[in-house]
């Protein structure tokens, strides 16, 4: 049913005169709706301000008040039900990958590194004895080459030609992230004990991310060693850095020293200043 | 004869006064998150006419170094924005509201006499009904720029999992500008509405507060003499 249109066409009220005689009934009846109208709008205004102020002045989680944690966490819960491991981040081709990368950050680079020295440390999940890999184990699991964008949290893009090995592949040959000791053999059914989160360290720990398992067995996650077929140099994380364009820049970790796999999410540098923990695209 | 009519239903009036502030701190903090990436521009090749934004105006209003507070007051607020906006649509459509909000085939020639007569470059008003064709125009435009936030705004924050949305805005780049020029737009929408509502006057403003309008219509035509 079509409503009655509850003003109908009239002459412009530009000049006309819309006073209420004063003290007629209709003018009572304005007053009274206006000003009830005011004090509920004023309520409801002052009620909006007081209630975003308290939301502010929760006790603090990670940075930033509580209940914005919560609801970060809960958009990280939707977006990982949503997620599909055979969505896979776009890939360019490799003439659009930039010549000179930008280096954004450098926490858990300050100390000195000794690259033949080096070893990538993996705690197996639910315990035993640590296990400790060179790069060239790293490099005899096949060789993955994408070009893909790194986003920065910051809000930058650049399309950057990664290499490496994935990290789905590292946990084929080396099964050390399902309690039962199962390998990952199909990313679309890993075993069914399978860690949910893993954790990667920096040597010296001051640069530390969390990953779930879903996004760290995506096939573009990379244990990455070159970059524009360059051994990786020592600003973008020589020997092995982590890669990933599922996650925003942040999560790409530099000089990766351990990685271990969890029940709870792992610490996250950059989580626990205030931003999202999941950080996922 | 002068009459208090209705105007505006309660329901748009508390989408329409909740989607202000939401509004306004989405675009708030959508600031402290452009700040760390700034680099738009109005410009070409070496010359620049504005740059979004000049140093002083992130000084002025400590725009500076609020990322992730940023973040976390706009990945909550975008419920908000997108339920309320959800519910005006959908009240709009059931309540039968959407015949006066969209234009139709006069609109866009009587938007023109609208815009015309309130630059004072045309003596006659359009008549008045409840919207004109310039406001209809306006209040859909600005409903679709809503939605578009919300489109480039999810192909931004899930470009993986949204890819096929990020693609069709023609990238994860593309769709950043867009978000951000769309931004633009509600200020520019803000600005003029201001202005209008301003000129328009206490009547047309008690409206969107209380509902009713004072207004001078004419008196119905008597009923049909029964026999």
Known sequence: MQPENPIPPHPSPDGQNLTLPSDSPLRQEAARRTRRSFIVGGLAALGGVLGWRYLLQRPDAEGTPLPFRRVLDANGRLSAAYFKETRLAREFPKSQAVKQVRTNGSAGLQSKIDLAAWRLVVRPYGGGQPQEFTLADIKALPRVEMNTELKCIEGWSIVVNWAGARFADFLAKYPLASRSGQPINDIANPPADLAPYVGVVTPDEEYYVGLDMPSAIHPQTLLCYELNGEPLSIAHGAPLRLVTPLKYGIKHLKRIGTIAFADERPADYWAEMGYDWDSGH | ?227
């Open chain 2, 1 to 227: 004869m002068k009459q208090l009519v209705e105007k505006h239903p309660l329901a748009i009036r508390w989408f329409h006064w909740l989607n202000f502030p939401v509004l306004a701190l989405m675009i708030w903090s959508g600031l402290w998150i452009y700040w760390a990436n700034d680099v738009y521009r109005l410009g070409w090749g070496k010359t620049t006419l504005f740059k979004f934004f000049p140093q002083s105006f992130y000084e002025a209003f400590h725009l500076d170094h609020k990322l992730a507070q940023g973040m976390s007051w706009h990945f909550l607020l975008m419920w908000v924005f997108f339920l309320n906006g959800l519910l005006y649509v959908l009240y709009t459509l059931f309540s039968g509201e959407w015949r006066y909000l969209l234009p139709n085939r006069g609109s866009f020639r009587e938007a023109g006499q609208v815009i015309l007569h309130d630059l004072g470059l045309r003596k006659t008003a359009p008549p008045v009904r409840k919207y004109n064709g310039a406001q209809r125009i306006a209040y859909t435009a600005v409903i679709l720029m809503g939605l578009g936030s919300l489109l480039t705004g999810l192909a931004i924050y899930k470009p993986v999992q949204f890819g096929w949305l990020t693609r069709l805005l023609g990238g994860y780049e593309a769709a950043r500008i867009e978000h951000f020029v769309l931004t633009i737009g509600y200020v520019l929408f803000f600005v003029v509405h201001v202005a209008q509502v301003m000129r328009a006057g206490w009547n047309n403003f008690r409206s969107m507060v209380a509902g009713f309008e004072v207004a001078d219509v004419p008196a119905p035509e008597a009923k049909t003499k029964q026999n």
